[in-house]
């Protein structure tokens, strides 16, 4: 049988409690987690992209933790409106409208392309990832279990969700009643009982035929958005599980009715930890097509940065801290990550080139000291920007004892599986990258000049290199060559 793998103490951040807590899985070992997906009706921006960076990472910890993960996430591809308040068009109407498509075109396009940016970014493919539009059914079951109970009601416009019947409604944003009926929306559906209540079923409009609509007990029409992820994060992980994230602008509307109208079907507790990501600003502002600030992946791809960069910079800070995002920062990023590696590959050439084992039992313990420092730094709730600097902190160490010929044979090994371990959160170890024959050829050319003394051929072929993008350095194991076009 094989071992069992030992768990580590986690702490987590619970928005529900508003404190950090140890985190125990309600069965077993296995952690049955649940994030909100994105809305496929235009690409996702960078600050949606932080979000799934900052669950990605949770995951991946959780994982480091022991744990195994059991990994729901939606593809929202209907019912979210323009409006939280329940008014507004649905969003995906409005990208088919734009771009002179139907529906579920637009709905397969951005799902593709929100696919191809999470493998760019190295994000984990969910256990399950399930489309709203694939579990109608399943939330039409939902209403009517909440009809039965009486928690609905009907308008013109749709069937509502009566949040004044639960008596802790609003507990995960510490909402107050009374500021809750004071605070009325501007946009507000004529006949709602209650500003907080919401649609959970909408009606098509009269006379006009949607695009994505359904037959219902309640007449054709389709889904509000928050029915979707009770209906389906309660399919595939049950009644109560442990973990739902999201960021923080999902905790007072849709995470708060999530919670409500799971919680009033079931008469049981939805999920144990709600964590939430912090925005992400850019240049110190909301990201806003108008302002001129609003990037997606591929427009920082364009600009020669290497997804994995973006990947570092948001995993360089607190998820529940702001992160503003300016192209400066982006390439102190990537100067970072190339320094990581660059260190990486010198230390497993010195590790290929050092011929006898030994063992400096002072730095050894230095290091191990640093690397249990940065588990705990990752488990005490996801402190990434303190796990980062213990790296850093291995890495000078290392790297002081090897320019100085110093460092023994154990150390090194030491760090070197470290960081590869450690890699499986971070994802910051750049994989092999591979030369074209033609590229290979220049350089046997060039070492073949040099060794001979002909230093003018070889300056030429090694400036012609650099214009194909690769920078060979000259190390005492031989040539060593890296690109440049990241
Ligand atoms: P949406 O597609 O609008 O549901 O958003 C997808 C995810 O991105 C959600 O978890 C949002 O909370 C999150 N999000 C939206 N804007 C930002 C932002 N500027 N910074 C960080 N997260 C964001
Ligand atoms: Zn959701």
């Not at 744990?67 to 969003?91: P, Q, R, W």
């Not at 009517?144 to 609003?170: C, Q, V």
């Not at 260190?343 to 030994?358: C, E, G, N, P, W």
Request: hydrophobic share 35%; net charge positive.
């Amino acid at each position: 049988m094989p071992a069992k793998k030992a768990i580590m103490k986690l702490s987590l951040y619970n928005t529900l409690t508003r404190k950090k807590e140890f985190f125990k899985p309600l069965k077993g070992n296995e952690v049955r987690m649940y994030t909100c997906g994105p809305t496929v009706y235009d690409y996702a921006h960078i600050g949606n992209l932080r979000a799934y960076l900052f669950e990605d990472l949770l995951r991946r910890t959780i994982e480091h933790a022991g744990f195994k993960v059991m990994h729901v996430m939606n593809i929202t591809d209907v019912g979210h409106l323009t409006s939280d308040a329940d008014t507004g068009e649905d969003k995906m109407e409005v990208g088919a409208k734009r771009e002179n498509k139907t529906a579920w075109q637009i709905a397969d396009f951005y799902t593709k392309s929100f696919l191809q940016d999470m493998e760019r970014l190295h994000i984990k493919h969910p256990s399950i990832l399930c489309k709203a539009t694939d579990h109608i059914k399943e939330m039409i079951g939902l209403i009517s279990a909440l009809e039965k109970k009486g928690y609905t009601y009907a308008l013109k416009d749709g069937i509502y969700f009566n949040t004044t019947r639960l008596k802790d409604y609003g507990k995960l944003a510490g909402l107050r009643k009374e500021d809750l009926k004071a605070g009325a929306r501007v946009e507000m559906v004529q006949g709602k009982k209650n500003p907080t209540d919401f649609a959970l079923w909408k009606f098509s409009p009269a006379g006009s035929k949607r695009q994505m609509e359904w037959k219902s007990p309640w007449g054709t029409g389709f889904p509000g958005w928050h029915i979707e992820c009770s209906a389906m994060s309660m399919k595939y992980l049950g009644t109560t599980f442990d973990i739902h994230c999201g960021g923080v602008d999902h905790i007072a509307v849709h995470h708060t009715n999530e919670i409500a109208q799971s919680e009033a079907a079931t008469g049981k507790k939805f999920v144990s930890v709600w964590l939430h990501g912090e925005f992400m600003l850019v240049d110190g502002k909301k990201m806003a097509k108008s302002l001129g600030n609003f990037y997606k992946l591929q427009d920082l791809v364009d600009k020669g940065f290497d997804p994995l960069a973006f990947r570092y910079l948001c995993l360089s800070t607190h998820y529940r801290s702001q992160l503003n995002f300016t192209l400066e920062a982006l390439e102190k990023a990537r100067n970072t990550l190339r320094n990581i590696n660059d260190f990486y590959l010198r230390l497993k050439d010195a590790i290929k080139a050092s011929k006898k084992s030994t063992k400096d039992k002072k730095t050894l313990g230095k290091l191990k000291k640093a690397s249990a420092e940065l588990d705990s730094c990752l488990l005490d709730d996801l402190n990434t920007p303190e796990a980062l600097s213990r790296l850093f902190s291995m890495i000078h160490l290392v790297n002081k004892m090897m320019e100085e010929k110093k460092a023994d044979s154990a150390s090194m090994k030491f760090t070197h599986d470290y960081m590869l371990k450690i890699n499986g959160i971070f994802q910051f170890l750049r994989k092999t990258e591979k030369l074209a024959e033609a590229e290979k050829k220049l350089i046997r050319e060039r070492e073949k000049a040099r060794k001979i003394g002909d230093y003018k051929k070889s300056d030429e072929i090694r400036g012609k290199l650099k214009k194909m993008g690769i920078i060979i350095e000259d190390t005492s194991q031989g040539p060593r060559w890296k690109k440049t076009k990241k």
